[in-house]
């Protein structure tokens, strides 16, 4: 009783597992009684018992089994999850129910099988049951297939799938258990109830005893179909049907279904193919050409008995069939034809649609052996042609039939129709099309004039069959000449004939056909596989349905159709008849006047002749006798042009009102051809024609125009005929016309002498090509090269414009022509049937067995040669017949070749093949096209595009509808290679969406498609995944989910998952184009649906004319509702019309109080999902959906949650709109807002991305304006997603990330930032390493140690693991970062980053050595500011070598400018912190801020009281940053950051705009020192415009050339003005200046640009920019550009030879300016530079070269250098790893032997001189740069007054100047210019005093242009010096101490970095406008500006003051 007490306390779950079996009874009860208690079937408590079920079926003790099974059972019939356990649960009553003694058990167990079949598992439960037939115990197989007999009884064929029932039948019926034997028989008689004969042939091998016996019970069965008693639980509909009609007692609803069940099962499906081909005797190849007929009797008797097998493997049966074919075509014996014709009945009835690639080669032969008259031979063709015709189309063999319709043998003809008539009842009105039947009835209408009674039998059996099938009203226009009596006989045919009904063959033919319509049709809407479905499968495709509604507008046109016919016949009236009929109706006068000989008489008569015409009825008026009248003397001969004109008139009113024939027309037309070319009655001659042509159909009219036309001599007629025919074609249209013989009538026009009658014929080929396109041009390809000229010339002309709509024609024949073109299956038929005009050869007799069997050889080189012969037997024919011979079997074999060559080869065969067939080229597609595919496979590449080429080719001729049809696609696809794959899929995702309608064979293509979605190859599986959407566009979503619910449980939820991704992205079917014309307006509403819809996708630019109309005509109000629902449906653009937009009006963002707080809460407590994923699932976009539906507009949502990333795109731009104005709201919503973004962080569309990064920086700059602080949550939900994008392989778009992560700073604490950074560099993505260690280190430069979390310790210790990451850019990301902290704390770091092994620490040692060369410690020399040049100009080098070396250098260039100018503009910022945020919309503000000169005294004052402190404390850089000063200058730099990525937009006037503001900064002083850091990024936006501007904007006609000029001229504008500011220009690395100068060279030579309107003047300033880039970069930079930029254009083909020789005349321009510039030079890296020149062009290779210039240019820049450097130069080799790689080592050493000894003395007195020779070098340098600025400004338009002003007063002051040097290069206009310029000053300044522009600065000979000097030896010499002398030295300190906005010069000591920067400070203040463009610009302005005011009202307290403060700065860096 302890135990029971024990377990009685368990819960009941606890209790069902427990080890005592009455527990676990216990348990099973009170789960019965709870699952009966349990109401929802979603309830969580059924999951508890999930894993248990099994254990209540499987229990060991048989009374607890028994409970159990009863409340498993209760469980599978009400829990939701219950399907979960199918398997294991079935599997448990297989093996240890059905097996236990007890009925009930065993009861119980059945019942849960049928239970799980009704949830929806049958498939699951039926493999199980089956997989229990193979058991062991007798009991359990009885038991099994006394549930599957059960299963199938209850839920039918339709649920139970019998083909692997059937499939195990003869087993169990072979069983020694007699129990399992009945229980078998009970089995199939149950499934003969729902297939009936179906299961005979798989049962036909059982024991004959057991097969009687299941005769005899077969025959005591109903004959009524048997109905579904049970339905599944989605079929609740069908049993509320069912039970309505079972209380009702009636059997109605019972046929349809009885029909539905039968068409389910095909017997073909239920065999197992058996393989035959490797069964074939041995030598049956050489027995079947024996020459003994018992030989090959024998041969044929063995395939005879292998091909009885009713189902047959696929293989290759090529040559099988060839022999059988042989033997039909040649062999004498008729009984061993008979045998042949049964093998391959046989075969193709084996094969079924996979024999189709054989048909077309049989079918000839069979035709053609219907010669034999016995019946036995013919009755065996006959089997052998039907069987044939199901396992293809109509279509295919029509060309053969054809060819033999017209044969002289009778019985050939006859049969052929017979055929025909046969095949015909198995064909519908789809199948069967006008295109198709055509040609046929023109056939039997010849045949039914034949003189042999069995061909017109035959014929009128056909004629009746193909009425019977498609109709009366569409046979009865091929009709319309037949007598009567025949009329009738084909009628009584009709009615005689029985048609195959489609689901069970009915009648018609004898038994033999019974069998073949039992076989072939079953499968059409099953599988598809057998011969009947391309017949049968178009009514269940799209065109189905659309046709019907065709002939609904078609009957008028047939009933006006009629009365034409009957007319175009009419009996030709005598004169007298004419004229009683005429005298009835006009009046007597007109009568007799008309013969008149008075021409006014005749006048008067002709008017009361068009007054009776007028007014006559239709009814009445006799149009042939009225015509006759008109002809009658003098006719057509009249010689007054009034008479004629009225006439001529008057055919046209008889033509338009009456009902005009043929035969009327055939009266006048004469007349009025011969009138057509006169001058006078022309005009009314063509009125007449062409209403002629309105009532008898131009197609005729035309014809009979021009061929009489061109039976007269006259040329004008010709001419005028020509034209007025190019004019009715544009009218009426190009629906019927007789191509053929128009194109033989232009010929002979276009050999015409008669000018005129040329230009006219070559006018109507341009109105034919309209119609025909390109083909049309084939006709003419044989003329003479002039004349085709002239042809080309016409055609071009009429390229890109569209045919006009026809205004003529429509009412009578249009309509009808209309239509039939639109009935045609193939969409570009139009194209086939200009195809079909051209001339074809028939080279059959050509390819002749010996040249097939050297194809076939066994030696590449004949096997070569063989096709040669062929491409030139084809390339000689050019067009060719469908008949090639054995061609196909040959080229096939060649596919396969081994050879990839003749692969090759074979492929450019078959695509000459496509073009030269043409249409026709669609009876090769089985036998030949699918082994192109085949191809597809190969592991070459190459050979794989040559396929996939020729594959286009194929179907540009055959459309795709046949590639489609059967299984070869599908079988394709099963195989397992990953190359054929992805090619098939990629094709057929192009190829499908373009297609109107498919066969339903594409259905077959769906498993193999499922199983690729799981290949192994990623590639496979993501062209799976493209494919997916284009299938369901035509085979609709639901079909394509049911084919998913086969695959295995795992396979199918991914499936599924996919299908409803692609169900967003399926495009929208295409409508049939025909169809969209003639349809009605009430039916076009719903057509456009789709069409608008999928313009939403695809915008097809065929279809943008159907939807555009809709908002038009939305005031009509009966397409309103309809058009609604289909914007719920689908959000049809179209119908966003007026409620949209007052809608979108209001505001998009709606404030809900506390619903953030809300949703933080409701996740913190589970209630719903938290944001955390890896990629987004659906589950959490739903959650996100419902929840921003309180927050958003409800338009906006449905943008943001569409499928259309251009509506993300839409929505975005319109958030970006209003994001200011409702950024309440917006903050309100963050949450939602961030989230939504970060879902398209998974997009892989970069639009979309670029537009949200522009969302997300603008949002973070209004939240730091705001001061809003993020909250955890919206950080966690954003900031971890936004990292993974700081690792995109675009550099723009990581750009961009790093912009928003710098401003997510300000908004979001930095030390929480830290560590999801930290997270971010364990991703795999080594740019994303590399990025976030970079932000990291970033961090810690920004704002100290203490933003390391959790610890710095550990922090530091998790950085340096990177160190040994195998990625460089992350090792060297996590070194920077290292010495980030190093920089911050010091030698601390060591300890803080623990161990590191030997190789990491020497990295990390190096790597912090450098840093120290690269950046001084602060503490050392704090004056110095982070943008010095290093004292050592090599240094220079060192510190931008990596950027400068690495390839990819932009890349580089972005992510250290990001670097470098954080920590340089926090410290400007500190310097300058009144600089506002948004500094381009503020400038005003930014400009007052920094005071005008005049009142300088007193902000001189302020500001150094400002900054006296922070410059007492020289460590600040070791320190953190404070974040006021980092978010002011990040608002500064990332709006810079904005307007510079602005300038590269390929909108022009956006880049106009940006480069509008950059110039209004770089144009004031004192702001322009804000550009300082961005230089790099500015010159990379610019040099990339350049290149849009070059390659894009130059070359679009569309656009303005004034307004590219004016793009032009802001770039330019705006380098000039960078470019005068040394500071600024000094920045620009090499690599951006080597991009920018080869863009500006470029635009010197864009010839374009001369032929813009002031396109000199603007190759003028880029000459000056060039000089003025040469003269103010960085030389070493410059230099090095110049050489990298030569070498690369020597290398370069492609290149202009100009090109390197400008580049060259500004280095021979760098190189005069050597002597100056030589200090400032890193010669170490320039020799670099030449050594790697030297490389690539040794000294021989650059006298190869056309040009000397290059070599010379080099040899003087070394010679150059050496001269100046002497010796000394082979010291600055370090830098080359190996010197013996070049010559310039070895060159060097000579020019410095030869130099020697100037060389030693120039040292000596260099060393003697010291310092001193070192400043007047520094001195000469200066007035050489002086005088170049102001000749530079005399030589500009704007400045030469200036110029000459200040040439003027240098002269003055330094009278001894030599100007000789500055005037040796000019012209002599330019030196009398000077001159005179210079003598008109001077006369002006005549008598007055001469004007001082400055008195400050003592002028006293050199001393004057050295300050810097005395300056730094004040305290020496104790000079006394005056304010502004004071005022500029504390400015220079100010400077040093990194205080002031501009930084030093270069990167030297104090004393020669300050004497050229302040003796160019002095110049300026001799000149007087030289302070806007020239100088070192910021600081120097400055100066200038403030010395005026200084000295004039400086009081000596003012003088004292300074005094002080200069001694306080000196004694602080002491």
Same mark, same amino acid.
């Given at each position: ?9 368990l819960?009941?779950d ?5 080890k ?11 789960a ?6 349990i ?6 408590e ?21 409970k ?5 059972f ?30 009930r ?39 099994c ?35 399992v ?10 499934i ?30 109903p004959?009524?179909a ?22 009702a ?9 009885? @029909? ?23 030598d ?12 090959r ?14 189902k ?8 099988? $069939? ?13 009984? /061993?034809?008979?045998? +042949?014709?049964k ?33 036995q ?44 008539a ?23 209408l ?5 003189s042999?009674?069995?061909v017109?039998?035959? &014929? ?17 226009p ?14 009584e ?14 009648g018609? !033919?004898g ?9 072939? %049709? ?31 507008s ?19 009236l ?56 008109l ?27 009456g009902?005009?024939s ?22 009314n ?10 009532a ?8 009979q125009?021009v061929?009489?036309?061109?039976a ?18 544009k ?17 002979? &026009? ?11 014929a070559?006018a ?8 025909? !396109? ?17 042809i080309?010339?016409e ?23 209309e ?27 050509k390819i002749t ?15 070569k040669e063989?096709?040669?012969e $062929?491409?030139? $037997? ?16 040959a ?20 695509q ?15 036998n ?25 080719a194929?179907v540009?001729?055959?459309?795709m ?19 054929l794959r ?17 066969p ?39 079909k ?12 199918k ?12 992205l ?16 009430g ?26 109309p ?72 739903e ?5 921003m539906?309180t927050?958003?507009a ?7 949650f569409?499928?259309d990333?251009?509506?993300?795109v839409?929505?975005?731009?319109v ?17 939602? $807002? ?28 209004m939240?730091?304006?705001k ?6 949550y ?5 900031i ?33 930032v830290f ?31 203490n ?23 992350v090792?060297?990301?996590?070194l ?10 010091? @030698? ?52 931008k070598? %990596? ?19 954080r920590a ?22 930014f ?11 007193d /902000? ?9 402190e ?33 300038v +590269? ?7 106009i ?5 950059i110039?209004?900064?770089l ?31 130059m ?28 500071n ?6 090499? !690599? ?27 190759i ?7 000089v ?7 030389q ?22 100009? *090109? ?23 010669l ?17 290779? /650059? ?20 001269? #100046?450097? !002497?010796?000394?130069?082979?010291e ?10 070049? @010559? ?13 000894? #100037? ?72 030196q ?5 310029? /210079? ?15 400055s ?16 300056s ?66 910021? *600081?120097q ?34």
């Open positions: 009783m302890g135990d029971d007490s024990e377990w009685m306390k819960p009941t606890q209790k069902c597992e427990h005592i079996w009455k527990a676990r009874l216990n348990g099973y009860e009170e019965l009684k709870l699952f009966q208690r109401q929802d079937e979603k309830s969580p059924w999951g508890k018992y999930l894993g248990l079920i099994k254990r209540f079926v499987t229990d060991s003790n048989a009374v607890a089994q028994l159990g099974l009863e409340a498993a209760v469980y599978v019939e009400n829990a939701h999850v219950a399907s979960k356990t199918t398997g294991e649960v079935v599997s448990g009553v297989v093996g240890k129910v059905f097996n236990q003694p007890k009925a058990a065993k009861e119980l167990g059945t019942d849960i099988c049928l239970m799980y079949i009704e949830i929806e598992k049958a498939e699951v439960v039926q493999d199980e049951l089956i997989k229990g037939l193979d058991n062991k115990n007798p009991k359990i197989v009885v038991a297939i006394e549930t599957l007999r059960k299963a199938l009884c209850e839920f039918g064929s339709k649920i139970i799938t019998l083909k692997p029932v059937v499939k195990v039948l003869p087993k169990l019926f072979e069983s020694r258990e007699k129990a034997r009945d229980e078998a028989k009970l089995l199939a008689v149950e003969y109830r729902w297939i009936r004969d179906a299961l005979r042939p798989p049962l036909q091998n059982i024991n004959s005893v057991q097969l009687k016996e299941l005769e005899e019970e077969w025959v005591k069965l004959t009524s048997p109905k579904q008693t049970r339905f599944l639980r989605s079929q609740q509909d069908l049993k509320t049907k069912f039970e309505q009609q079972q209380a007692g009636g059997d109605k609803a019972d046929c349809d279904y009885e @029909e539905e069940t039968e068409v389910q099962v095909d017997a073909y499906e239920l065999l197992e193919a058996v393989e035959i081909l490797s069964k074939l005797p041995k049956f190849y050489e027995k079947i050409e024996a020459k003994k007929w018992q030989e009797k024998e041969a044929l008797e063995a395939v005879e008995a292998l091909t009885k097998n009713p047959l493997e696929n293989g290759d049966y090529g040559d099988l $069939v060839r022999a059988l074919k042989k033997v039909i075509g040649k062999d004498a014996n008729v009984m /061993l034809v008979s045998m +042949a014709a093998c391959l009945a046989a075969l193709a009835a084996g094969l079924r649609k996979k024999f189709g690639t054989y048909a077309v080669h049989v079918v000839p032969t069979i035709l053609e052996k219907f010669k034999e008259k016995k019946p031979v013919v009755q065996a063709l006959q089997e052998a042609i039907d069987a044939v015709f199901f396992t293809t189309t109509l279509q295919n063999i029509s060309e053969d039939v054809l060819a033999v319709m017209d044969n002289k043998n009778p019985s050939i003809k006859q049969q052929a129709s017979l055929f025909l046969r095949s015909f009842r198995h064909c519908t009105p789809s199948t069967l099309p006008k295109s198709v039947l055509k040609p046929f009835c023109a056939a039997f010849k045949q039914v004039n034949d042999a009674p069995e017109r039998d035959a &014929a009128f059996e056909a004629l009746g069959t193909a009425m019977k099938v498609v109709g009366e009203k569409a046979v009865n091929f009709l319309a000449d037949v007598e009567k009596l025949k009329l009738d006989k084909i009628k045919c009709a009615d005689k004939v029985e048609l195959v009904g489609g689901k069970k063959g009915g018609g !033919g038994e033999k056909k019974e069998k073949q319509a039992a076989k072939a %049709p079953p499968p059409v809407e099953a599988s598809a596989k057998p011969s009947g479905p391309p017949k049968k499968a178009p009514p269940a495709k799209a065109p189905g349905p659309p046709k019907k509604g065709k002939p609904a078609a009957p008028s046109g047939k009933s006006k159709k009629a009365p034409d016919t009957k007319e175009m016949v009419e009996t030709e005598s004169l007298e008849v004419c004229e009683e009929k005429a005298a009835a109706v006009l009046p007597a006068s007109c009568m007799q006047l008309l013969d008149s000989t008075n021409w006014k008489e005749r006048l008067a008569s002709m008017e009361e002749f068009q007054r009776a015409v007028e007014q006559m009825d239709k009814s009445e008026m006799p149009c042939q006798s009225l015509v006759k009248m002809a009658k003397k003098p006719g057509w001969k009249e010689t007054n042009f009034q008479v004629m004109q009225m006439k001529l008139h008057i055919v046209g009113l008889i033509a338009q009102k009902s005009f043929k035969t009327s027309a055939l009266v006048v037309l004469d007349g009025l051809v011969d009138k057509i070319g006169d001058v006078k009655c022309g005009s001659a063509k009125e007449g024609l062409t209403a002629i042509g309105e008898c159909s131009l197609p005729w009219t035309a014809e125009v061929s009489l036309a061109f007269q001599k006259n040329p004008k007629n010709q001419a005028e005929t020509l034209n007025w025919l190019a004019n009715a074609m009218e009426f249209g190009f629906a019927g016309i007789n191509v053929k013989a128009f194109i033989n009538n232009v010929k002979t &026009a276009l050999g015409a002498t008669n000018p005129a009658v040329r230009t006219s070559i109507l080929l341009g109105v034919m090509y309209l119609y025909m !396109g390109a083909p049309l041009r084939m006709f003419f390809e044989d003329e003479k090269p002039a004349l085709l000229l002239q080309d010339a055609f071009e002309k009429m390229q890109g414009q569209t045919p006009p709509a026809s205004i003529r024609g429509t009412k009578k024949t249009g309509v009808v022509e239509r039939e073109e639109a009935e045609e299956e193939e969409v570009d038929c139009g194209a086939g049937a200009i195809m079909d005009l051209l001339p074809r050869t028939d080279i059959s007799d067995s010996d040249m097939v069997s050297k194809i076939g050889d066994k030696n590449w080189k004949i096997r063989g096709l040669d $062929v491409t030139a $037997v084809i390339s000689e024919a050019k067009f060719i017949q469908a008949n090639i011979g054995e061609l196909p079997m080229l096939k074999g060649r596919l396969n070749d081994s050879n990839k060559i003749l692969v090759q080869q074979t492929l450019g065969i078959l000459q093949i496509a073009t030269a067939i043409g249409p026709a080229l669609k009876q090769h597609v089985k030949l096209g699918f082994s192109i595919i085949t191809v597809l496979g190969d592991s070459k590449s190459n050979v794989r595009a040559a396929a996939m080429t020729t594959l286009n194929w540009d001729q055959t459309g509808k046949e590639w489609l049809e059967g299984e070869d696609l599908s079988e394709e696809l099963k195989k397992e290679n990953p190359f992805q090619e098939v899929l990629g094709w057929l995702a192009e190829k499908l969406p373009t297609m109107h309608t498919v339903a064979d594409l259905m077959q293509c769906v498993p193999p498609l499922y199983a690729c979605l799981e290949d192994r190859s990623g590639d496979v599986r993501k062209k799976a995944q493209d494919a997916l959407p284009t299938f369901m566009m035509h085979l609709s979503y639901e394509m989910s049911k084919a998913a619910g086969k695959l295995k449980p795992a396979s939820d991914q499936v599924i998952g996919m299908l409803e991704k692609a169900r967003a399926m495009p929208a079917k295409l409508a049939a184009p025909a169809k969209a014309a003639a349809s009605k307006p039916s076009s509403a719903p057509v456009s649906k789709p069409a608008s819809a999928r313009t939403r996708n695809q915008t097809p630019s065929e279809d943008f004319g159907e939807p555009e809709k908002p038009d005509t939305k005031k009509t109000k009966p397409a309103g509702p309809a058009a609604k629902k289909g914007v719920v449906g689908k959000k049809l653009p179209v119908k966003a019309g007026v409620k949209d937009e007052e809608d979108r009006s209001g505001a998009i963002f709606i404030l809900v109080p506390n619903g953030k707080e809300q949703r933080i809460k409701e996740e913190k407590t589970l209630k719903i999902l938290k944001w955390n994923f890896v990629t987004p699932r659906d589950e959490y976009v959650q996100l959906k419902t929840q539906s927050c958003l409800k338009w906006l949502q449905d943008e943001l569409h499928f990333f251009q509506r993300h839409k929505a975005i731009g958030m970006i709109e209003r994001l200011e104005a409702e950024s309440e709201a917006v903050i309100g919503s963050l949450d939602l $807002v961030l989230k939504w973004f970060t879902l398209r962080f998974f997009d892989t569309n970069t639009s979309v991305l670029m537009k949200v990064l522009e969302f997300l920086k603008l949002l973070f700059t939240l730091s304006r001061n809003y602080q993020l909250n955890d919206e950080a966690a939900s954003f971890p997603y936004l990292i993974l994008k700081v690792g995109e392989s675009k550099d723009v778009v990581r750009k961009d990330v790093r912009a928003i992560l710098t401003m997510l700073c300000k908004v979001y604490a930095a030390s929480k560590p999801l950074l930290m997270d971010g560099t364990k991703s795999k993505n080594s740019k994303q390493r590399s990025e976030c260690l970079e932000e990291l280190g970033c961090l810690i430069e920004n704002f100290g140690m933003v390391c979390q959790p610890t710095p310790a550990k922090a530091l210790k998790e950085i340096a693991v990177h160190i040994g990451d195998r990625d460089t850019t090792r060297n990301a996590a920077n970062t290292v010495v980030a902290a190093y920089n911050t704390c010091g @030698e601390q770091v060591f300890k803080l980053i623990g161990n590191l092994s030997e190789k990491e620490m020497s990295m990390l040692e190096e790597r912090i050595k450098r840093s120290a060369k690269k950046t001084p410690a602060p503490a050392a020399k704090p004056e110095r500011t982070q943008r010095e040049q290093p004292t050592n100009p090599n240094a220079t080098f060192l510190r070598a %990596p950027q400068e070396e690495v390839p990819n250098k932009l890349k580089i260039m972005y992510r250290t400018y990001r670097i470098q100018a340089q503009n926090a410290q400007f910022e500190q310097s300058a912190p009144s600089i506002p945020k948004e500094f381009q919309l503020d400038l005003d503000v400009e007052n801020n920094h005071t005008c000169a005049s009142d300088i005294p /902000l001189v004052q302020h500001k150094l009281d400002e900054v006296l922070p410059v007492m404390i020289p460590e600040r850089k070791m320190r953190a940053v404070s974040p006021h000063f980092d978010d002011m200058h990040n608002s500064t730099a990332s709006t810079i950051n904005f307007v510079i990525s602005q +590269a937009s390929g909108d022009m006037n956006t880049s705009q940006a480069l509008a503001q110039d209004e900064v144009r004031q002083a004192d702001k322009a020192e804000a550009m300082s850091g961005h230089i790099d990024q500015f010159l990379i936006a610019t040099f990339m415009q350049l290149r849009l501007i070059y390659n894009t904007h070359a679009d006609e569309r656009l303005d050339k004034k307004d590219i000029f004016k793009l032009y001229s802001c770039i330019i504008g705006n380098m000039l003005s960078l470019f005068s500011m040394e600024l220009a000094r920045e620009a690395s090499m !690599g951006v200046l080597k991009d920018l100068m080869h863009g500006l060279i470029t635009l010197m030579l864009d010839s374009r640009v001369e032929d813009i309107e002031d396109g000199q003047q603007l003028r300033s880029v000459n000056l920019l060039v003025r880039v040469l003269e103010k970069s960085d070493t930079n410059i230099l090095s550009a110049l050489l990298v930029l030569l070498q690369d254009s020597l290398t370069s083909t492609a290149g202009s030879p100009m *090109f390197s020789e400008l580049v060259m005349k500004c280095l021979w321009r760098m190189i005069r300016f050597l002597p100056q510039t030589i200090n400032s030079i890193n170490d890296r320039i020799l670099l530079d030449v050594h790697n020149f030297m490389k690539v062009f040794p000294k021989d290779k /650059l006298k190869q070269l056309k040009s000397d210039v290059p070599h010379r240019t080099l040899k003087t820049l070394l010679h150059t250098l050496c001269r #100046l450097t !002497g010796a000394k130069i082979l600055h080799m370090s830098m080359i790893e190996n010197r013996n790689e070049s @010559e310039l080592e070895a060159h060097l050493r000579r020019v410095v032997k030869h130099s020697v000894n #100037l060389s030693g003395l120039k040292s000596d007195k260099s060393t003697e001189k010291g310092a001193l020779r070192s400043d007047d070098k520094v001195i000469k340098a200066k007035v050489s740069d002086i005088l170049s600025e102001i000749f530079k400004k005399i030589g500009s338009k704007e400045n030469t007054k200036e110029g000459l002003t200040e040439l003027y007063e240098y002269k003055q002051k330094y009278s001894d100047a030599d100007l000789e040097p500055f005037l040796r290069n000019t012209s002599q206009f330019f009398s210019y000077v001159e005179r310029g /210079l003598r008109m000053i001077e006369s002006e300044r005549e008598g007055k005093g001469r004007i001082q522009t008195t400050v600065i003592p002028q006293h000979s050199t001393d004057s242009y050295l300050p810097s000097s005395s730094v030896s004040i305290s020496s010499n104790g000079e006394d010096l005056n304010a502004a002398a004071y005022y500029e030295r504390l400015k220079i300190l100010r400077q040093r101490r990194g205080l002031e906005n501009s930084a030093p010069e270069e990167d030297r000591p104090p004393l020669s970095s300050l004497r050229p920067s302040v003796a160019s400070s002095t110049d300026m203040l001799h000149s007087k406008l030289s302070q806007l463009k020239e100088s070192r610009e910021h *600081f302005q400055e100066q200038s500006q403030s010395d005026r005011p200084t000295r004039s009202s400086s009081p000596a307290s003012n003088l004292d003051d300074l005094k002080k403060r200069l001694e306080r700065i000196k004694s602080n860096r002491q």
